[in-house]
Each structure stands twice: as structure tokens, then as C-alpha cells.
């Protein structure tokens, strides 16, 4: 059965004027292991984080960030991509509409799988290129970017504040919501869904 670990639990701070707070905010970093043999990270954090996920490989034990043949970005934000390098046998699958500067990134066009139960799913509205990774494991999670950075964003269907298509990011979250048995977030906690 495919399995999944967070390796680093995302954080969002906001400025009194509601601006994200980039030197205290990180993502969350999630790892799939499959069934049929890949190690796949989805979100690498900010690059400050770099110490926080190798401490995360290490409490996991018997596997490393070398073994990780996929990493999966669900958006080019900083907060998300800061630890892309970490991965060096890694392929780095980007959804198109995003700009990353990334060397021989895999550019995603449409929803395809990856690997056996897992599946690269289009969730534009927080940016346009926007993914998310729904995984069929013990249950039917949705690792979703910040296609709701927080539970609140998901459970009161409200959009991030930062996007660039507010009814592509409401059919996103009801795409998620639709599918998911559990919600892994940009920046808080897992939580069920049903």
C-alpha cells in the first residue's frame, strides 16, 4: 500500500496588512512511498528548512534524500521550492503556467499519474499552474499546494488571498473536496475530510 509522511509541517505567518511573511512562513513537505517502488517528495519547503526535512529522513530511517526519484512542486513559490537541490536523482515535475528556473523540470500539461495510485491533478486559482497530488493510500489523501494553504481555507471554501483566478480557485478547492478523504494543506496540519 502507498504510504505518506510529512517531513516538515507547513507554517504561514501574515504582516498586520495581510502580506505573508516570507522569513516565517514555510511549506509543508510531504513524502510518497509507493507501492510499485517510488520515493516521491511533493513541496521541498523554504530553504531554511533544509535541516528540518534531512532530520526528518533520518527519524524515517532506511531512506534518503538520494533515494527520492520524484519531486513533485505544486506551485514555484519560494516558500514551496527552497529545497529542490537536496533531491539530486530526483525528475522535478512542474505543472505548466508556473515560472520556475528549474533545469530539466518535467513541464505537466495535463492530470496524468506518476506512479501506481498516484496522481498529478491540475488546481489552478492560487496560481495558474497550480497542482495537486491525490494519492490512494489507506485512504484517499490530497496533498494541495496552497490550493488551500490552511483547513480554514478548504472547511469555509474560502480562496487564498493570494491568486490569480478566484473561480478557478473555488472549483479547485470542490474538485479536492470531491475526491479527498484527507487534506494535506500548503501550511497547517492534515485533517480528514470525511
Same mark, same amino acid.
Not at 512562513?25 to 510531504?30: A, F, N
Not at 488546481?123 to 499546494?145: K, L, N, Q
Not at 472549483?171 to 494543506?185: M, Q, T
Given at each position: ?69 520524484? $519531486?513533485? /512542486?505544486? &506551485? ?5 521550492? +527552497?529545497?529542490? @537541490?537536496? #533531491?539530486?536523482? =530526483? ?26 495510485? $498516484?496522481? /498529478?491533478? &491540475? ?5 495558474? +499552474?497550480?497542482? @495537486?497530488? #491525490?494519492?490512494? =493510500? ?57
Amino acid at each position: 500500500m502507498n504510504s505518506i509522511d510529512v517531513l516538515v509541517l507547513g507554517y504561514l505567518e501574515r504582516f498586520e496588512d495581510g502580506s505573508v511573511n516570507l522569513k516565517e512562513t514555510w511549506s509543508t513537505s510531504s513524502l510518497i512511498r509507493t507501492d510499485d517502488g517510488h520515493v516521491i517528495v511533493v513541496d521541498t519547503s523554504s530553504d531554511f528548512m533544509r535541516s528540518p526535512i534531512k532530520s526528518a529522513f533520518k527519524q524515517i530511517g532506511k531512506i534518503f534524500p538520494d533515494d527520492v526519484d520524484m $519531486v513533485v /512542486l505544486t &506551485h514555484c513559490h519560494t516558500d514551496h521550492i +527552497g529545497n529542490v @537541490s537536496l #533531491f539530486k536523482n =530526483a525528475a522535478v515535475y512542474v505543472h505548466e503556467g508556473e515560472e520556475c528556473t528549474i533545469p530539466n523540470a518535467k513541464i505537466v500539461k495535463e492530470d496524468t499519474e506518476i506512479a501506481k495510485g $498516484v496522481r /498529478l491533478v &491540475h488546481t489552478p486559482g492560487h496560481s495558474d +499552474g497550480s497542482m @495537486s497530488v #491525490f494519492v490512494e =493510500a489507506d485512504r484517499r489523501y490530497a496533498i494541495v499546494g496552497d490550493a488551500a494553504p490552511l483547513k480554514d481555507n478548504f472547511t469555509k471554501r474560502i480562496i487564498p488571498a493570494l491568486h490569480t483566478d478566484a473561480e478557478a480557485a473555488r472549483a479547485s478547492l470542490e474538485k479536492i473536496a470531491e475526491w479527498a478523504d484527507v487534506v494535506v494543506p500548503g501550511h497547517d496540519k492534515p485533517f480528514k475530510v470525511r
